[in-house]
């Protein structure tokens, strides 16, 4: 199913959400992903080591609301289209969800860091010339591609661990994973298509200083939920 499609999909879903239910949780989800990087810019290296406790904090904080948001728009979606009761706000927090949340950030964090790594190596490399110009934009490119397929083929993690919570599943964090990263198997072109057709609506959002995220994220969410039940019933 292409993007546009599951656009569509997604912006019925959100009309069939009271508004005074997902924008709340949109404001949430925006102002949980600004504080960090606010009070990232307000501090610099020499703010001793409390500074950088609470925004390492701040970051943990504003991945767990995101998990949560995503977790919250499937419910939603499963909701809408199968029925059953609504899903409670906090519904991606439980202390099951936070435990394999945790676990799987921690995972996630060090296979993102290393590659990031990696690419500011290159860079620096670059700057200092102690590398070839081609050479170091070839293994940068190449880098920064890793790292985007890396994080699409990451895309429905937060959701198999939801499902496994919600059926009572017990599996280990590692099979999540591979549980997720076999569903993208074939999807990562068209899950990238699906991130780059909300391109636009990001830059509008920017301009807005992130008020037309508290709309955009339920969208954007809600299009990505339904790539994955799609994905499950082979589908997409």
Same mark, same amino acid.
Not at 109 to 124: G, K, N, W
Not at 130 to 137: L, T
Not at 175 to 196: D, F, H, M, P, S
């Given at each position: 199913?292409?993007?546009?499609?599951?656009?569509?999909?997604?912006?019925?879903?959100?009309?069939?959400?009271?508004?005074?239910?997902?924008?709340?949780?949109?404001?949430?989800?925006?102002?949980?992903?600004?504080?960090?990087?606010?009070?990232?810019?307000?501090?610099?290296?020499?703010?001793?080591?409390?500074?950088?406790?609470?925004?390492?904090?701040?970051?943990?904080?504003?991945?767990?609301?995101?998990?949560?948001?995503?977790?919250?728009?499937?419910?939603?979606?499963?909701?809408?289209?199968?029925?059953?009761?609504?899903?409670?706000?906090?519904?991606?927090? =439980?202390?099951?969800? $936070?435990?394999? %949340?945790? @676990?799987?950030? *921690?995972?996630?964090? &060090?296979?993102?860091?290393? #590659?990031?790594?990696?690419?500011?190596?290159?860079?620096?490399?670059?700057?200092?010339?102690?590398?070839?110009?081609?050479? =170091?934009?070839?293994? $940068?490119?190449? %880098?920064? @591609?890793?790292? *985007?397929?890396?994080? &699409?083929?990451?895309?429905? #993690?937060?959701?198999?661990?939801?499902?496994?919570?919600?059926?009572?599943?017990?599996?280990?964090?590692?099979?999540?994973?591979?549980?997720?990263?076999?569903?993208?198997?074939?999807?990562?072109?068209?899950?990238?298509? &699906?991130?780059?057709?909300?391109?636009?609506?990001?830059?509008?959002?920017?301009?807005?200083?992130?008020?037309?995220?508290?709309?955009?994220?339920?969208?954007?969410?809600?299009?990505?939920?339904?790539?994955?039940?799609?994905?499950?019933?082979?589908?997409?």
């Amino acid at each position: 199913m292409k993007a546009k499609k599951i656009r569509a999909l997604a912006r019925e879903n959100l009309k069939q959400i009271p508004k005074k239910i997902y924008m709340p949780m949109g404001l949430l989800l925006v102002v949980a992903n600004i504080i960090p990087n606010v009070f990232g810019q307000a501090t610099d290296s020499k703010s001793g080591v409390g500074a950088n406790i609470i925004f390492f904090l701040l970051e943990i904080a504003a991945a767990l609301l995101t998990a949560n948001g995503y977790i919250f728009f499937d419910r939603w979606r499963n909701k809408i289209q199968k029925g059953g009761e609504e899903p409670n706000a906090w519904c991606g927090l =439980s202390g099951r969800h $936070l435990a394999r %949340l945790a @676990v799987y950030g *921690v995972i996630e964090a &060090l296979i993102i860091v290393s #590659v990031t790594l990696a690419i500011v190596a290159v860079i620096v490399g670059l700057v200092i010339s102690q590398v070839p110009v081609a050479v =170091s934009i070839i293994l $940068l490119t190449l %880098l920064v @591609v890793l790292l *985007v397929w890396i994080e &699409l083929r990451l895309t429905y #993690v937060v959701y198999v661990i939801d499902d496994d919570v919600r059926t009572g599943q017990k599996r280990s964090v590692w099979a999540e994973i591979g549980a997720g990263w076999k569903l993208t198997k074939g999807r990562v072109w068209k899950l990238l298509c &699906l991130n780059l057709s909300f391109l636009g609506w990001d830059i509008l959002t920017a301009f807005t200083l992130g008020i037309l995220g508290i709309w955009l994220i339920p969208y954007y969410n809600l299009a990505i939920a339904e790539t994955y039940e799609q994905s499950k019933e082979d589908k997409y």
